[in-house]
């Protein structure tokens, strides 16, 4: 792959200045342009030491705007960054819509690096590239831009470039024996490298091999690789707007639709890439039609069990802290159906500074701005905590489906990305536990009336939970894709017959106990002790 680079192909002085300045015009205009978008762009750079990464960066920031840049470069973890995920660190630096991210040192450093000194096997380099192609492929599928620059230098190349710098007193900080020790497995890297690009250039994360030991070619080749891709985004974009207005201004001419609905531009482009914004339910049975409804104890059982089950917890969640095994605890759930009350039992058994719920409404302007799952990332806290979601991110398959905030291409895909998200979360040593809590419309009615004659409860009955019921069946419908598709080993969703609160409330406190034993008795399980 790499003996195809244009090796020794350069930019004389005088053809760079005659390039440069409009190419420099287009760039700052593409981005002012871009900052008007719907969409990030994400370029990354990697490659061989010395081959003009922060150097093509530095020169970026200084051609374009860098307020609207945002430049991230990766060392080995702190120990913030160690005691959450991988990606935890990659996920909350990513550039918002109409901003360019540039990272250096990426999530493609670390398992290249590992491979090369033998920390790794074949099936577990695979099994990380395709980790990676997985979250670029999330990333570009909500319509962010990625383009990957690896940057090439020949053996030869590479050490005069170091003897080079060793020989200059003002650049012989650039090397370090890493480099030299790098450039003595140049073979292995290669190896690593090209693996890595193969499996990872796809048509929406595409990889650019560039030359780089002359920096003239280096620099025009990238700026103008970027320049393009901005290019034809915006040309893909405007297709879309091309075809969503002429539909709009057929659908205006005709009328309202065939529903009574005034016609939308979401609409329109739903119908015009043949995607339809929601999908009528099933008409056939749920997981949910399953359940015993019936109160699993007396409630004089309940209240025991659940004095012994508090202290239970308390005693295990103090010993996964120590540990440091974290734990995410997601309730969904109808409205109504004592998600509130449950999340009270267990913040008693717990310490307030161990603890997190994070309320999950509609997203604010800045996470609107970043893929659904940015705001659920950002949230995840350091080692040994627990996290609790009172709504999550199922809000994308449950009400954004239901209500057609999403349109089918949006929430089919979500399944496939929440299970990459929970197993990210496991594989780190994160314990997800999941409850839907379930209750009959009947019961819900009850409940509603009752908030309603009671005046410290009315703030919680709202119109929109009337407005709600009436959409029961797709509601279940949406409820029963999301248990097949997202119930997984390490994250399986857990059922509460919640008509009968304090069974309800018992059955969430057991289950959270039994999988922390679980988690602390099992050796092989993943631990991440604070520091």
């Known amino acids: 792959m790499f003996r195809t680079a244009e090796i020794g192909r ?34 990354v750079f990697a490659g061989v030491d010395g081959a003009g990464k922060g150097r093509t960066i530095n020169l970026i920031n200084e051609w374009m ?89 020949s053996r030869d190349a590479q050490k005069r470039l170091f003897r080079k710098w060793e020989a200059d007193p003002h650049e012989s900080w650039r090397v370090s024996d890493t480099d030299w020790e790098h450039w003595r497995l140049y073979d292995k890297f290669t190896e690593a490298a090209e693996r890595t690009i193969i499996k990872t250039s796809t048509g929406s994360a595409p990889w650019h091999i560039v030359e780089g030991e002359d920096q003239r070619y280096r620099e025009i080749t990238v ?14 974009a405007e297709t879309r707007r091309r075809t969503a207005r002429a539909l709009s201004e057929r659908r205006a001419a005709n009328g309202n639709g065939a529903d009574g609905e005034p016609a939308s531009l979401a609409a329109d482009l739903a119908a015009a890439t043949g995607r339809e914004r929601t999908i009528a339910p099933p008409h056939q049975p749920s997981v949910l039609h399953v359940l015993d409804m019936r109160p699993a104890v007396t409630a004089k059982e309940a209240k025991k069990g659940l004095r012994k089950e508090t202290a239970r ?18 309730f969904e759930g ?44 950002r949230h995840l806290q350091r080692a040994g905590r627990v996290t609790i979601f009172d709504r999550s991110w199922y809000g994308r398959v449950l009400v954004e489906r239901v209500e057609g905030y999403a349109a089918v291409e949006e929430w089919s895909r979500a399944y ?63 409820v029963n894709d999301m248990v097949q598709r997202t119930s997984t080993r390490t994250a399986p969703w857990i059922l509460v017959e919640a008509d009968d609160k304090p069974s309800a409330r018992l059955k969430v406190v057991r289950t959270l106990c039994d999988r922390l034993e679980a988690a602390l008795s099992d050796p092989g399980h993943p631990r991440c002790p604070p520091v």
């Open 10 to 43: 350069k930019i004389g002085k005088t053809d760079f200045e005659e390039i440069a300045p409009p190419l420099r015009i287009e760039l700052i205009e593409l981005q002012q342009r871009l900052r008007a978008a719907d969409f990030p762009a994400i370029f």
């Open 65 to 153: 705007d860098p307020r609207w840049i945002v430049s991230r470069a990766y060392g080995p973890p702190s120990d913030e960054e160690r005691e959450r995920p991988e990606f935890w660190r990659y996920w909350r630096d990513l550039p918002p819509e109409g901003r360019i991210g540039l990272f250096l040192r990426s999530w493609y450093s670390r398992p290249v690096l590992d491979r090369v000194h033998g920390r790794s096997d074949d099936g577990g380099f695979e099994g990380r590239l395709d980790r990676i192609a997985r979250f670029e492929q999330c990333l570009a599928a909500d319509g962010a831009l990625i383009v990957k620059f690896w940057m090439h230098l």
């Open 223 to 236: 700026l103008t690789t970027i320049r393009d891709a901005l290019v034809h985004q915006f040309e893909r």
């Open 313 to 330: 917890l308390n005693s295990l969640y103090r010993q996964a802290r120590t540990e440091g095994i974290s734990t995410v605890v997601v």
């Open 334 to 377: 109808w409205d109504a159906a004592g998600k509130g009350g449950a999340i009270r039992r267990l913040t008693a058994a717990i310490d307030a500074r161990d603890y997190l719920v994070i309320q999950t409404a509609a997203p604010t302007d800045e996470e609107r701005q970043h893929h659904y799952l940015w705001r659920f990332w």
């Open 416 to 478: 496939a990305e929440i299970n990459d998200f929970e197993r990210d979360l496991a594989e780190h040593g994160i314990l997800v536990v999941k409850f839907w809590l379930h209750i009959t419309p009947e019961e819900q009615l009850r409940r509603f009336e009752r908030r309603a004659e009671i005046p410290y409860k009315r703030w919680k009955l709202t119109e929109e939970d009337w407005r709600n019921r009436e959409k029961w069946p797709a509601y279940e419908a949406a």
